[in-house]
């Protein structure tokens, strides 16, 4: 079995990063992910990207990816890591089709959507219940859908929406949308999109696809006739699979200022540590902290 430098877990920006910096200082290096671009490939408008003045997530995407293909680093897609322990020197990576041995490893594993867990949400999940307005919104021209959430991923999917749907509600149990002003004033000002808040979603209703929502509103039940779902509510860590990294009470892994975890050798960077801003910039600068991390591990200790 090969022995590599660093294994990167995860392809988003931080991901995407460590790897570019890893091939930069020579490092054997093997990137294993189940997508590549992360969160970042949902947003449809980038517009506070340095040198990118608005740009789509997925060109954005495209570039970082063009750009670390540029590098010989082995890149492994549409694997899921399963599991992640050190022994002795040896930090081991293991995914559902095999096993991997590394002297470093850096974590970028990045978020998954956090589900409603209301009655017929798995049911419908894929008809008429999704996760990302990106990638399925144009499947929902012409109807009327809803966006559960009032944060920044809840606009970001309104905006996308209401240039497609018929109608789009948003869904908010806050008594305000907490996301950015800009974003906010564009969707409150848009006449194609209804803003429901003190609101929350009891249940998910269909026959063969979703039509309608259950909702909670002052206290009244009611029942809002839609035919799509996107839920927007948050996101959970990818860190269940590294049981021995320490996290704090969300599931994010704990690094320090030189992305260490509290096991030597292993570095974690971007949205699934406890590093502050979910950015796209900050998670590809983490990344190459995390990288340059590991280099230095290397070089001050003896294999």
């Known amino acids: 079995m090969r022995m590599y430098d660093l294994i990167i877990i995860g392809a988003g920006p931080a991901g995407i990063t460590a790897g570019v910096y890893a091939a930069r200082k020579r490092m054997s290096s093997l990137v294993i992910t189940r997508d590549i671009g992360g969160q970042a490939v949902w947003s449809a408008e980038i517009s506070n990207y340095p040198g990118y003045q608005l740009i789509s997530g997925p060109d954005l995407v495209a ?56 009655p017929g949400e798995r049911e419908f999940k894929n008809r008429g219940v999704t996760y990302c307005a990106t990638c399925d919104g144009p499947l929902f021209a012409d109807k009327d859908a809803a966006v559960i959430g009032g944060g920044n991923s809840a606009l970001d999917a309104a905006l996308q929406l209401m240039k497609i749907c018929r109608h789009t509600y948003i869904i908010n149990t806050a008594r305000t949308l907490t996301g950015d002003p800009v974003m906010r004033e564009k969707v409150e000002h848009n006449p194609a999109v209804s803003v429901l808040n003190n609101t929350r979603v009891t249940a998910v209703l269909g026959d063969t696809m979703v ?31 590294a049981p021995d990294l320490e996290k704090n009470a969300l599931g994010e892994i704990r690094v320090n200022c030189r992305s260490e975890t509290n096991i030597p050798g292993i570095f974690a960077s971007g949205d699934v540590t406890d590093v502050p801003e979910k950015q796209i910039i900050v998670a590809a600068g983490e990344g190459a902290k995390a990288s340059l991390g590991a280099f230095r591990y290397l070089a001050q200790n003896k294999f």
């Open 211 to 241: 039509n309608a929502l259950q909702i909670e509103k002052d206290g009244k039940q009611e029942r809002l006739s839609i035919q799509g779902v996107f839920v927007e509510i948050g996101l959970m860590p990818n860190s269940d699979f």
């Open 63 to 118: 570039k970082f990816e063009e750009h670390l293909r540029t590098y010989a680093v082995a890149l492994k897609e549409n694997e899921r890591v399963v599991g992640l322990r050190k022994t002795g020197s040896t930090i081991i990576v293991k995914t559902e089709k095999g096993e991997y041995d590394s002297r470093t490893c850096v974590v970028a594993s990045g978020k998954r959507s956090q589900a409603l867990g209301v």
